[in-house]
């Protein structure tokens, strides 16, 4: 147990948050997704105090964040489709899982034992500064326990982890919501979609000219965390529901009454950045059951649906 601090965004919070991180600490970061549980990508001892706090299966790799080109290319190899990729998204809302360097400074357990490792350049200025501050790659998941909501807020961060990190930087709300989309790019230069997320494939397809193979089209499942039942809250979920039972809460989209609207004009960024912290809210209030109006299958719409179908799975 240790006490946890939440730290603002200035200069001095953001210097005394990097000698935590090379101390070997814990800090939660924000992101534009969602806050991100980071700890030094290059110590064994802080990624696998990242695993503990969050209760994380160990098959379940993570997301080493960087703050600029060098520092990526020194961790993995970047086939021509990569670097496009890069060029068109970085910083922001993508993950790239590209071949390993060898003799890549990050902890094994970062990659799970993959010979691959997911890559991110967060558009969030903290971030970018912090991990700059810390001239060190960041390895950061959720910060969220295992299999619960992701957080989008300081105090869904504290709720979770209070007193299982160092510190908690407090970047006010994240302005995309929905975790990265997650990309793999083999040797080969082949691009498959491994999660959705704010970038889908008609973003892809218009600046860089690649075509992505379906997450349907996929066998089985490729990132290994994306397990079924995930971004839980406490209550049961049911989803494309226009009138709801009776008991049920509506979480709702567009022009229904509802007590919580994802977005009351029926917008997709406005819903995707609402989506944890509504659902966080309606946990808090110990909703039991709560019911979904359709959000359409479109632009993130894919990922606010992937998120609430893996909300909606059963638990175990
Ligand atoms: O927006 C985000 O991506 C946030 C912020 C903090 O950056 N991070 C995030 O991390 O969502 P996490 O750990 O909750 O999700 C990482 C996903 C998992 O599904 C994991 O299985 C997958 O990335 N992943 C990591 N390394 C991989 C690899 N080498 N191959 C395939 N999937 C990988
Ligand atoms: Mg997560």
Redesign the pocket.
Known sequence: MVSTTLLDSDAASLAQAAELLRGGALVAMP?E????LAGDATSDAAVAAIYAAKGRPSF????A?VCDMDMAASLVDFPPEALALARAFWPG?L?L?LPLRAGAPVAARV??G?P???L?M?AHPVARALIAEVGRPLA????NPSGRI?PTEPAHVLAGLDGRIAAVIDGGACSVGV??T?L?VAEDGAVRL??P?GIGAEEVLAATGLTLSAPEANAGI?????MLSHYAPRGSLRLNVGTPDPGETLLGFGAVEARHNLSPSGDLSEAASRLFALLHRMDHEGVARIAVSPIPETGIGRAINDRLRRAAAPRD
Request: charged fraction near 10%; avoid cysteine.
């Open positions: 992101t997704t969602v806050y991100g379940n790799p993570l997301i964040h809302p993950t899982v990659t799970a993959l691959t490792l997911a991110r967060p950061a998941p959720s910060a992701s975790e990265s997650i793999a491994l999660r997320g490729e990132a290994p965390g994306q």
